[in-house]
C-alpha cells in the first residue's frame, strides 16, 4: 500500500511520490523535496532544503542548525560537529570539557533537544 502525503503548500506529484516512497521498503526519516524538509511526516520549519544534509543514523544538519530525529539540538555546532568511534561525537562547544567527545544520548542532552 502507497500511502502519499501532502502536509499544504505546492508540492508536486513527483515530490509527493518521493516522500511517500518510504513506505515502499526503504527506512523512514528524512525526506527533500525542492520546497520542504520532512521528518516521518512532520516538516522542519525554516530549514532550506538546498542548504540541508543528510548524515547518518538520525543525524542532519544544516550550515546553521544541527537535528537528531528531527529535533533541533540548540546551541550544537553543525559546522565542527563530527562522529567519532564508538558512538561518541564532537563539536568545538563541548571540546574543551569533553576533549574525547560524548556518547550520542548524552550529547543530546547536553544541547536540550526541543
Known amino acids: 500500500m502507497l500511502i502519499l502525503f501532502n502536509m499544504g503548500g505546492n508540492v ?3 515530490e509527493e511520490f518521493k516522500f511517500g516512497s518510504y513506505q515502499r ?6 525526506h527533500v523535496t525542492s520546497e520542504k524538509v520532512f521528518y516521518t511526516g512532520r ?3 525554516d530549514v532550506d532544503p538546498k ?6 543514523a538520525g543525524w542532519a544538519k544544516t550550515g546553521t542548525k544541527l537535528f537528531y530525529k528531527g ?5 550544537a555546532d553543525p559546522k565542527t560537529f563530527k562522529f ?12 574543551k570539557d569533553y576533549p574525547k567527545g560524548v556518547k550520542s544520548k548524552i550529547y543530546r542532552a547536553l544541547y536540550n533537544s526541543t
Open 25 to 30: 521498503g526503504t527506512r523512514p526519516g528524512y
Open 12 to 14: 508536486s506529484k513527483k
Open 84 to 95: 567519532l568511534d564508538s558512538g561518541y561525537v564532537i563539536d568545538d562547544n563541548i571540546k
Open 51 to 56: 542548504d540541508f544534509k543528510k548524515l547518518r
Open 71 to 75: 529535533k533541533h539540538l540548540k546551541g
Open 43 to 45: 516538516v522542519l520549519k
